[in-house]
Each structure stands twice: as structure tokens, then as C-alpha cells.
């Protein structure tokens, strides 16, 4: 073999070796950029899922705040009609209150409470007051009970008041006490929702 043989087969395996070694330089290059790349990946999906999480945790948490302003001010506007509600009703109460204080019912009425007074106080001082809207019909309660009553100067708004002066008691039949009272008290109840 000559010498230039020698070279080129010397040539041929250094090429053939630094071949393989830059093959294998490479697999070993490409087998670490896939494995970082599957890292990354990984990472990445890791991060993406605890995101989604994390968003979805605030959006549940903006959902619910959002509900739960959305209750409360359907809470104010029922609790603004029920209070305007109630307020017309209790108009309307006073005028059919009104109406009825005009009616021979209205009469006996007072006359009933006043004899429920008067067995009450059982022969002890009693001043028994009527409302100033029913002074026309002083006379005609006392003719029918036999007993003196006074006119309020203040407006109880029908009904009477008696005061058993022994026992220190005042006796309210009056209406405007019982409708503060049923005013107070009333609720709304049935429907969709209404406890």
C-alpha cells in the first residue's frame, strides 16, 4: 500500500470515526433538547392547569360576589316595595277607618268599649276620653251609657281611652294604637320566595 493509500484509508476512518462521533454528538444533543423540551412541556401544562385553576377559582369567586350583590339589592328593592306596600294598605285601612267611624257600628262600638271600661274599673274613678273627631257624638254615647265623658285634646284616631285613676291603668281602645301595633307587625306572607 502506498502511502497515499495509507492516507486515503487513514482519511477514510478518521472520516467514518468523526462520522460516528458527530452522530452520536448529535443523537446525544438531539436526546437532551427532546428531554428539556418534554421538561418544558410538562412545565408548561403544569402552569397552564394551575392557572386555569387559579382562574377559575376567581371567576367563581367574581360569580358569587356578583350573585350575592345581585341578592342583596333584590333584597333592598323587595323591602322598598313591601314598605310602600304596606304604606298604601294602611292608607287604605285609615280611609275605610274613616268610612266606618261614620256608621251606627262605629257608635256601638264606643259604646261597648266604654261599658268594657266601666266594668273594668269596677265602681273605682275612671275618665273615660273620646276622640276629638267624635265630639258630635258625645252626648248620644253618654245618653246610652250613662256615663260623662271628656274629648281628647289629643287625636287617637277613633276608639276610646279610659284611665283608672286608683290602679293607675290606662285602658287603649283606641285605633291609632292598634294600628301602629298591626303596622309594626305586619308581614307579608306567601309567594314566590317571601318567608
Excluded: C, W
Aim: charged share 35%; no cysteine; hydrophobic share 40%.
Amino acid at each position: 500500500m502506498t502511502i497515499e493509500e495509507k492516507i486515503g484509508h487513514l482519511q477514510a476512518a478518521a472520516m467514518e470515526e468523526a462520522r460516528l462521533e458527530g452522530n452520536a454528538i448529535m443523537k446525544q444533543h438531539r436526546d437532551a433538547l427532546e428531554k428539556l423540551f418534554e421538561e418544558h412541556r410538562e412545565e408548561t401544562l403544569r402552569q397552564s392547569k394551575s392557572r386555569i385553576q387559579a382562574e377559575s377559582v376567581n371567576a367563581k369567586k367574581q360569580l358569587n360576589m356578583a350573585a350575592s350583590k345581585a341578592q342583596l339589592e333584590l333584597k333592598r328593592e323587595l323591602s322598598k316595595t313591601q314598605h310602600e306596600l304596606r304604606r298604601r294598605l294602611f292608607q287604605e285601612v285609615e280611609q275605610l277607618l274613616k268610612e266606618y267611624m261614620i256608621t251606627e257600628d262605629y257608635k256601638r262600638l264606643l259604646i261597648a268599649y266604654i261599658e268594657k271600661a266601666a266594668r273594668f274599673a269596677a265602681g273605682e274613678e275612671l275618665t273615660i276620653y273620646i276622640n276629638p273627631s267624635d265630639e258630635d257624638k258625645k252626648a248620644y254615647l253618654e245618653e246610652h251609657t250613662g256615663l260623662t265623658l271628656t274629648v281628647s285634646k289629643e287625636d287617637f284616631a277613633g276608639g276610646i281611652r279610659a284611665v283608672v285613676h286608683g290602679r293607675n291603668i290606662l285602658i287603649d281602645y283606641s285605633f291609632k294604637g292598634a294600628l301602629e301595633t298591626a303596622y309594626r307587625d305586619f308581614l307579608f306572607e306567601g309567594g314566590a320566595g317571601i318567608e
